[in-house]
């Protein structure tokens, strides 16, 4: 397997990363592969307000409209 160096990482981001593999049980260098892992092979999910977004338009509000037949009481979708 080929080898990745990052070089110039702020004191900070190597805490962080350290701290991070740390509450996860595994070593700095685990935790940097499976988060460059997570951000670049796993799929992002998308919001709930991106699947709404996604939905086509498919007619008018009435179109939807739920009748009531009065004879029988029952509701018709």
């Given at each position: 397997m080929?080898n990745?160096?990052v070089r110039n990482i702020?004191?900070g981001?190597?805490?962080?990363l350290?701290?991070?593999?740390?509450q996860?049980?595994?070593?700095a260098?685990a935790?940097?592969?499976?988060?460059?892992e997570?951000?670049?092979l796993?799929p992002?999910?998308?919001?709930?307000?991106?699947?709404?977004?996604?939905i086509p338009?498919v007619?008018?509000?009435?179109?939807?409209?739920?009748?009531?037949?009065?004879?029988?009481?029952?509701?018709?979708d």
């Amino acid at each position: 397997m080929p080898n990745l160096l990052v070089r110039n990482i702020d004191e900070g981001v190597v805490s962080a990363l350290k701290i991070r593999a740390g509450q996860h049980g595994i070593s700095a260098e685990a935790e940097h592969r499976a988060i460059l892992e997570n951000a670049l092979l796993k799929p992002r999910k998308k919001s709930f307000a991106e699947i709404l977004g996604s939905i086509p338009n498919v007619g008018y509000d009435a179109d939807f409209e739920r009748i009531q037949d009065e004879t029988t009481n029952h509701v018709f979708d």
